[in-house]
């Protein structure tokens, strides 16, 4: 269903600039069962296949998780995807994400990512914003393979670092793009 839902919501946001009344009406039930489900299944294989997630999970105070985002577009894009912040093993809050996008683009694409959010300042911030736009608020570093094998537990300093895992999809081009999490009702 989450799928479906975030399908629906990336096809929506393809089609923004064509017609803005036949994507009115989402889903206004969030499946919990199935985002915890989807969100632990992410996080332990993210754990499963890199190292650097988990050591950094394990000095995190809480973790952002989008187990499915997906993703389209053709001049004018998108993504949208939900998931859920855990601390201290537990789930804290329900969270979708957005991110809009402009430039040389085509093509769709899937993904799920994972922000460790390091101190209480940093969870504070998303907890109590009206929608965190990353890149505004906490730092958070893009962590690629290049800099996971350069990352120690002792060189840690900043506020967020983000995991993106399970690409699929191909999407080409040059955009410009900002992404948006905010606390589900």
Do not use: H
């Not at 990353?134 to 990352?151: C, H, K, R, S």
Request: charged letters at 20%.
């Amino acid at each position: 269903m989450t799928r479906i839902r975030s399908m629906i919501a990336a096809a929506c946001m393809v089609a923004v600039p064509f017609t803005v009344t036949a994507c009115a009406s989402l889903p206004d039930e969030v499946d919990r069962a199935e985002i915890d489900a989807d969100s632990r299944q992410a996080l332990n294989g993210l754990y499963a296949k890199n190292a650097a997630a988990k050591a950094i999970g394990n000095q995190a105070k809480a973790v952002l998780v989008f187990p499915s985002i997906v993703k389209g577009g053709l001049g004018f894009g998108g993504a949208y995807g939900e998931g859920e912040m855990i601390q201290g093993g537990r789930t804290v809050d329900y969270y979708s994400t957005f991110t809009g996008s402009w430039g040389l683009q085509a093509g769709a694409q899937s993904y799920g990512y994972a922000v460790f959010l390091m101190n209480n300042e940093a969870v504070n911030y998303v907890e109590d914003s009206d929608g965190w736009e990353i890149g505004v608020g906490p730092t958070v570093v893009l962590v690629n393979a290049g800099v996971a094998e350069n990352l120690s537990t002792t060189s840690l300093k900043d506020d967020a670092y983000a995991f993106i895992f399970d690409q699929k999809g191909l999407m080409a081009g040059i955009s410009i793009e900002g992404t948006k999490i905010t606390k589900l009702k």
